[in-house]
Structure formats: structure tokens, C-alpha cells
């Protein structure tokens, strides 16, 4: 329907129709006469101004308007205005006569008769206090929020925008360029395109938000994340944007804070190393390439600490977590490129920490199994020398098992899995060293979870008997002693070893019935074999007590019993702890004093793989020293452990206690142990360890 009344209705109707317009209008309506008295006002004046028909009609506006105006100057411009003949239009603030304070947009304008003659004023007034409080409320938003806002006019590229917007990019006004050409030449090229899309998105389709943190070149030349929401404001007829507008918010600590977040998830807290998740992914990387390109090899290096647990529960966490943060910082220094031995430049790799000691290498794009067998025979030996942390000096063996690609399985979580099933399978055959995964060892697995239960059987069927390796004195090459060594035989899994089970009984408590059965039966053993004495001096018989039996109230008594009981005199008896354990508590100390009390010796075991440095030597009620097998087997190749062994047998020599090295496999560290001093040896070169019929046969061809 036509706004006006069609030219064809008469005139008295077209003012008929104007009039209720004007009457029912929102906005305020005055008519007044060319002197300037009201003839009419509308229901909105009445509501605007608070003042009524009868107080309104056949007053001058001017009165009207100078009683409700708040505002001199105001008013002052509506009079001259009126004077000239001339209409004005602007916002003043009117006091109605209820007191209350409005905001009006005033449009007062003259009307002419058909000569041009003034012939009356027309005045519209539309009530802005809403509009006003709500832009003063959106301001105070802004302000509060620290937002800056923006605008564009798209036909001709001018941008504007707030001080707290140029304070956010770090530009004076004038260095900030106005134009829209100016603000996306600031623009992070990564973030360009994506921003121009999206604008475009906007003023093609306003139902397409935009909403975008993008980077821009701070005034301080760095780049700093801004997000910038906004949409087209206004459109010509034919729905082309004029103008866009939005605010923009300063997200630069927000992102710092998500990539610290995303580098958080990604990274071990302690070492810094890449964490389990990165490993993951790599591997499944890994993992498709290998599918895509069948050439293609790679490795998974598993590796356990082999005494952490240990120095975490003695020496407390802190001690634990320096030494995790030296052993990272070493395994990567290991793994530095430029190394002369291992070219490990040739490939990639990744240093990761998956939780406890557990760290993994990833390999990438060796050139074979033998790569990947180089590299972890370099750690082992790396990894291997000592650490001090402050005033303790760690020893620690590292166990490594690998997966490469040839044997690897089919996702990343299974390739991790067995190669820490290869990591036991080294741990159980001896610790220090690499074990290569084959598919065989998964149900290996699967049976040692049976081990626990099979173990409390294994007593009572007689599954369990003890082998006795021989000592020789390393001078005269006389037979000197023996150690009595424990042994399962499980009937489905063979021979177990005591470096598995023993650790088993100790956690469930059976180590009690089994120390007290290796006692009784080593000793009924010994005593049978009746060796005499050769040379003057008596072979002693040397059993391995484990941690939890000396931390066992009846354990001395039992070694008497077991003396007694098979007419063993005290001095055969030698009882072995390890060099950690004996230095613990005052509980262990004071036990090991009692076993010294019945006149049994007391041989320190597996020496130097501990952290109780030379200097407490003598603080041991000791008097054997049995130098490890890892020291031993380095002697021959290593300054560093042969400095040691000597330094050992020296500071043995001067407390008067007797030397052991343990495992001698070969001549030469047979004659090398007996060069540096050590007064007995044992190992697979003299004997392995022997059940008691072979080991009297071996005793007599000797
Ligand atoms: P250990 O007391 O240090 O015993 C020496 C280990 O080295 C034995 O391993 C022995 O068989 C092995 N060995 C000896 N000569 C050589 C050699 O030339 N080369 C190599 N590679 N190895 C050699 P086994 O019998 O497997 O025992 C391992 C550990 O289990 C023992 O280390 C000891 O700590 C513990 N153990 C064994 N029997 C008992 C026991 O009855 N009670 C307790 N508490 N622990 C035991
Ligand atoms: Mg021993
Ligand atoms: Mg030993």
C-alpha cells in the first residue's frame, strides 16, 4: 500500500490521512502557527514531554522549549534559528516534568504558504534516551573489555578504528595507515589467505560469521595474535556491502598460554623430552611409511634403568628425578649427530620419556638391524657411567630391547609393547645389555604373569634345588669356595632365573621359606661333600641373602640352626649382600653386626654397580669384596673401570679385606684380575655353576 493517498483523493481526505500519521506517530508531533503558538500535539509529545493538551495548546513553543531544555546553549540555537525563519535540527537533553532527564532528537522546521510566506512550524521530536543508553552501555562493554573496535568502508578501503585497537597493535595513529590495504600488509603470511576467505565469506553471505585470531606485525616488529569478529552493517539497496564493523580483542596471552599448553602435552614436565604420546605418533609415522616404501627401516629402542627403582626408594625422589634429567641430557648427547663411531647423523631419530626410567629412541631410516645394534651398544656403554648427584655417586646398568621394522607389528602401541617385552627379555638374561625382539618372546610374556602363583607351588614339589659355582684363588688357581646359587625348574617353562623369581618371592613374601630352604639345603649340600681343608685353609660356602631376609627378626637364628644342625663350623659359612643394600639402614647394619657376632663372614656382592662409594668401605662390617661382572667384563676395554677395580683392591688391601671378581669368562681377565691384586676369582672360565655330583668331580680332576 502507497505511503501517501493516491492524487486522486481529495484534498480534505489526503489531510485527514496525514493527520492520523502525525497522531499516531512515536515520535513527538507540535504543529504551531506562524507566531510561533501550539495549535496541536500528538499522544507521543504528551508522553515525551510529560506535559498535556491544555498546558501545550496556545502556548509559544519557544516558552516550551526553553522550560524543558536542560541546556542553554540549546535552547539559544533553537531561538535564533526561529528568529532567522530557519529550521535546525539536533539532540538536546530534555527535562520532563516528571524530573526526569530524556534524550531527544529535535527537528524543527518553518512551513511556507503558497506565496512562500511563513505560515506555521512543524516540530518532530524523537525520544533517543533508549538508543542512548544502550550506545553508552555498549561503550562502557568496549572500555571495560579492553575490545578494540573497527570499522571499514568497503567502497573506498578507509578503515577507523579506537585508541585501544591501535594500542593493541602498537602504532601511533598516524604510523597505522587508515586504509584497508595498509592494516593486511601487516598480516602473518600464514594467516593472510585465510583471513582475506573469510572477510569475503562475510560480505557475500551475512550469515557467515566472521570470527578470526590472526597474527599481526606488532609496532615493536613482532607478531602478535589478535581476533577479530565482525560483519557488514550496512548494504545498498542492491545487498552490496558498504560497511563492515567489529571489535577486535587482544588474544596474545591466550595463545602463549595454548602453546604452552600444547607443548606441555607433548613433553615430559621433568626431562623435557618428547612424551609418550609424540612417541606414538612417530612410530605410527613410522609405521605407514614402512607400508608406503617396503625399502624403508626402522628401529625402537626400549630402555630401562636397571637399578632406578632402587635409588628412588633409597635416596628419596629428588635424588631419582636429578638422576632422570642426567640421564636425558646424556642419552641425547649420545645421540648427537657428528659422532665418529656410529654415523647416527645418517639417520633421524627421537629421544622420548614415557614414564618412570622408561625412555625410548625411535630410529628412522637406518640402513639395517646392525644400525640399530650399534646404536644400543653405544648407550648401554654411555649410559653405564656413573652419575653424581651432589654428594652420591649412582651406578646404574641399562637394559634395551629393540623392535625393527622387520619384526614390528602392526600399530604403534603393539610396536612399543614388544620392545619392552625385548627390555625384560635383557633384564632377565643378565641385565646391561640389548636384546633383540622376536615374535617368540610374546608368550613368554603371558607365562610370567603366572610366575607369582606357579611360585608358592614350586617349594613343595621340589622344583626348586641349588647349583654351586666354584672359587678359585687367582695365585695358586686352588679351588677355594663355592656359592651356592638358586634354581627353578619350572615344569612348563624350563629353568627359571633367580634374577626373576627372586624378586617375585620377595613382593609376596615367600623369600623367607625360600632364603631358609637355600640355607639349609647349601649347607647339608656343603657339609656332605666333606672337602676337608686344602693347604691349610677350609673352602668356604658363600649364600646370597636377599634384602627382605635381612630385614627378617629370625634370620640369625636360622643361620646358627642351620650351622648346628649340620655341624658346619662358622667360619665356612660366608653370607653375600649386595653393596647398596648393606648400606642402608641402621636395622641391616646392626643384623649384619649379629651374623658377625656367630663368627660367620660377610661378603659384600655385585660391587660397584651401587652408589656407596669406596669411602664406606669401611664403615662395612665386611670381609670379602666381590667386584661385579659388569666391572670385570669392562676391564679389559675400559680406563674407566679398570681405575676402579684397582682403586677397590687397594682400598680392600688396607682395610684387610679379601677380593672376589665375579664372572671371569676369559684368560685374560683371569690374569688382568690377578695382575691388579684381586686375591679370588669365579666365573664360567674356572666352572660353571654345578649340581653337588658334578661339582665334587670337578673339585678331584682339579
Ligand atoms: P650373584 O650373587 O652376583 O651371582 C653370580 C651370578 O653370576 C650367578 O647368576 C652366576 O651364575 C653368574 N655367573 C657366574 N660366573 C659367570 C660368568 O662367567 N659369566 C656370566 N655371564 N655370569 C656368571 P645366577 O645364578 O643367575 O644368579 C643371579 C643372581 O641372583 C645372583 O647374583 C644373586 O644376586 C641372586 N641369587 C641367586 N641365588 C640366590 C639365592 O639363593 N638367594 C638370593 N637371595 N639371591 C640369589
Ligand atoms: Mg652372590
Ligand atoms: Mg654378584
Known amino acids: 500500500m502507497p505511503a501517501l493517498p493516491p492524487p486522486t483523493a481529495s484534498l480534505e481526505e489526503r489531510l485527514k490521512r496525514l493527520a492520523l500519521v502525525a497522531e499516531r506517530s512515536s515520535n513527538a508531533v507540535l504543529l504551531a502557527s506562524a507566531d510561533r503558538r501550539v495549535e496541536w500535539v500528538n499522544d507521543a509529545f504528551i508522553t515525551l514531554t510529560g506535559l498535556s493538551a491544555q498546558e501545550s495548546i496556545g502556548e509559544r513553543f519557544g516558552v516550551l522549549l526553553a522550560r524543558g531544555s536542560a541546556d542553554p546553549s540549546a535552547f539559544e540555537q533553537f531561538a535564533q534559528a526561529v528568529h532567522q525563519g530557519r529550521g535546525l535540527k539536533r539532540e538536546i537533553n530534555i527535562r520532563a516534568t516528571s524530573g526526569l532527564a530524556r534524550w531527544a532528537l529535535v527537528d524543527l522546521q518553518p512551513m511556507h504558504g503558497a506565496l512562500g510566506e511563513l505560515s506555521g512550524w512543524v516540530l518532530v521530536a524523537t525520544d533517543l534516551t533508549d538508543v542512548r543508553a544502550q550506545q553508552q552501555l555498549l561503550s562502557l562493554a568496549v572500555d571495560g573489555a579492553g575490545l578494540g573496535t573497527w570499522q571499514w568502508d568497503v567502497p573506498n578501503g578507509a578503515m577507523q578504528c579506537n585508541d585501544r585497537l591501535l594500542q593493541i597493535m602498537g602504532y601511533e595513529r598516524a604510523q597505522m595507515g587508515m586504509s584497508a590495504k595498509a592494516w593486511n600488509a601487516r ?277 626348586l634345588f641349588v647349583v654351586y659355582q666354584p672359587l678359585v684363588d687367582l695365585h695358586s688357581g686352588a679351588f677355594a669356595g663355592v656359592e651356592a646359587l638358586m634354581r627353578w625348574r619350572h615344569p612348563q617353562r624350563g629353568m627359571v632365573s633367580p634374577v626373576e623369581f627372586i624378586p617375585v618371592a620377595e613382593a609376596n613374601g615367600l623369600i623367607g621359606a625360600l632364603g631358609q630352604f637355600v640355607l639349609q639345603t647349601a649347607c647339608k649340600a656343603f657339609a656332605a661333600m666333606a672337602f676337608g681343608t686344602l693347604q691349610g685353609r677350609q673352602p668356604t660356602l658363600a649364600v646370597n641373602l636377599s634384602r627382605a631376609q635381612l630385614l627378617q627378626a629370625g634370620l640369625v637364628a636360622d643361620v646358627q640352626d642351620a650351622l648346628r644342625a649340620n655341624g658346619l663350623s662358622p667360619d665356612q659359612l660366608v653370607l653375600e649382600v649386595t653393596e647398596s643394600l648393606a648400606a642402608q639402614d641402621a636395622q641391616v647394619i646392626d643384623t649384619l653386626h649379629a651374623i658377625r657376632g656367630l663368627g660367620v663372614a660377610l661378603s659384600l656382592d655385585d660391587f660397584g654397580t651401587g652408589y656407596s662409594s669406596l669411602s664406606c668401605l669401611h664403615a662395612l662390617p665386611v670381609n670379602f669384596v666381590k667386584v661385579d661382572r659388569s666391572f670385570v667384563s669392562m676391564a679389559q676395554s675400559s680406563d674407566y673401570h679398570r681405575v676402579l677395580i684397582e682403586a677397590t683392591i687397594r682400598m680392600a688391601q688396607t682395610l684387610g679385606l679379601e677380593t672376589v671378581a665375579e664372572g671371569i669368562e676369559t684368560e685374560g681377565q683371569a690374569s688382568l684380575m690377578a695382575a691388579l691384586g684381586c686375591d679370588k676369582g669365579q666365573g664360567y672360565l674356572f666352572s660353571r655353576p654345578l649340581e653337588p655330583d658334578a661339582l665334587m668331580a670337578w673339585v678331584q680332576a682339579r
Not at 616404501?293 to 631419582?320: C, E, I, W
Open 187 to 463: 598480516i602473518h603470511p600464514e594467516d593472510f589467505h585465510a583471513w582475506i576467505d573469510a572477510v569475503k565469506a562475510q560480505l557475500k553471505d551475512p550469515a557467515v560469521p566472521l570470527r578470526m585470531s590472526i597474527r599481526l606485525r606488532h609496532g615493536s616488529e613482532r607478531w602478535v595474535w589478535i581476533m577479530f569478529v565482525g560483519a557488514v552493517v550496512d548494504r545498498s539497496i542492491d545487498g552490496s556491502p558498504l560497511q563492515m564493523a567489529g571489535v577486535a580483542l587482544d588474544v596474545q596471552a591466550q595463545k602463549a598460554m595454548e602453546h604452552e599448553l600444547r607443548v606441555a602435552a607433548r613433553t615430559d614436565g621433568l626431562t623435557q623430552l618428547p612424551n609418550r604420546s609424540v612417541l606414538l605418533q612417530a612410530i605410527e609415522l613410522a609405521i605407514q611409511r614402512r607400508r608406503a616404501q617396503p625399502g624403508y627401516q626402522y628401529a625402537v629402542l626400549f630402555m630401562d634403568f636397571d637399578r632406578f627403582k632402587h635409588v628412588n626408594d633409597t635416596l628419596g625422589h629428588s635424588v631419582g628425578d636429578a638422576l632422570l634429567r642426567q640421564i636425558a641430557t646424556r642419552l641425547q648427547d649420545s645421540l648427537r649427530p657428528g659422532d665418529r663411531l656410529i654415523h647416527t647423523s645418517d639417520f633421524a631419530h627421537l629421544a622420548a620419556r614415557i614414564g618412570g626410567d622408561e625412555f625410548v629412541v625411535l630410529l628412522d631410516d637406518i640402513r639395517g638391524d646392525l644400525d640399530a645394534e650399534m646404536v644400543a651398544s653405544r648407550l648401554i656403554d654411555m649410559l653405564s657411567l656413573p652419575y653424581t648427584i651432589g654428594s652420591h655417586r649412582v651406578v646404574s646398568s641399562v637394559s634395551i630391547g629393540i623392535v625393527t621394522s622387520s619384526h614390528a607389528a602392526e600399530d604403534a602401541d603393539s610396536v612399543l609393547r614388544d620392545a619392552d617385552i625385548a627390555m625384560y627379555e635383557a633384564k632377565r638374561t643378565g641385565r646391561a645389555r640389548y636384546v633383540l625382539f622376536d615374535p617368540s618372546m610374546r608368550q613368554q610374556v603371558n607365562a610370567s604373569v603366572s610366575l607369582e602363583s606357579d611360585l608358592r607351588q614350586a617349594l613343595d614339589q621340589n622344583e
